[in-house]
Nanobody, 124 residues
Framework: QVQLIESGGGLVQVGGSLRLSCAAAGRTSSSFAMGWFRQIPGLEREFVSAISRSGNRQYHADSVKGRFSLSRGNVANMVYLQMDSLQPEDTAVYYC?????????????????WGQGTQVTVSS
């Protein structure tokens, strides 16, 4: 079993930045492709960003392109989501996800493991 542990959420003003971290614990002998999704209460979970197992490919939703970026840490299965120029519409619970695959995955159903979520609130 794999446990994903997110951190870094919080309250930030419009135009500010936050960095979310996600660490995968458990079956760490494999390197996972990882992604971030977000959800507003009452709405479906929305894709944000994803990165390949190797870290050399990443993909972002149009709504965050140019503002969000992903990087992988030196520790296996550690990923960071850097969020800049945050806007009120970025307010949501952000979830980290992982899958044992070699591609970049943008659909929630493609992921096998999920974190508990971390709240991001952008105040205007």
């Amino acid at each position: 079993q794999v446990q994903l542990i997110e951190s870094g959420g919080g309250l930030v003003q419009v135009g500010g930045s936050l960095r979310l971290s996600c660490a995968a614990a458990g079956r760490t002998s494999s390197s996972f492709a990882m992604g971030w999704f977000r959800q507003i209460p009452g709405l479906e979970r929305e894709f944000v960003s994803a990165i390949s197992r190797s870290g050399n490919r990443q993909y972002h939703a149009d709504s965050v392109k140019g503002r969000f970026s992903l990087s992988r840490g030196n520790v296996a299965n550690m990923v960071y989501l850097q969020m800049d120029s945050l806007q009120p519409e970025d307010t949501a619970v952000y979830y980290c996800a992982a899958v044992d695959g070699s591609l970049v995955y943008t659909e929630a159903h493609e992921y096998d493991f999920w974190g508990q979520g971390t709240q991001v609130t952008v105040s205007s």
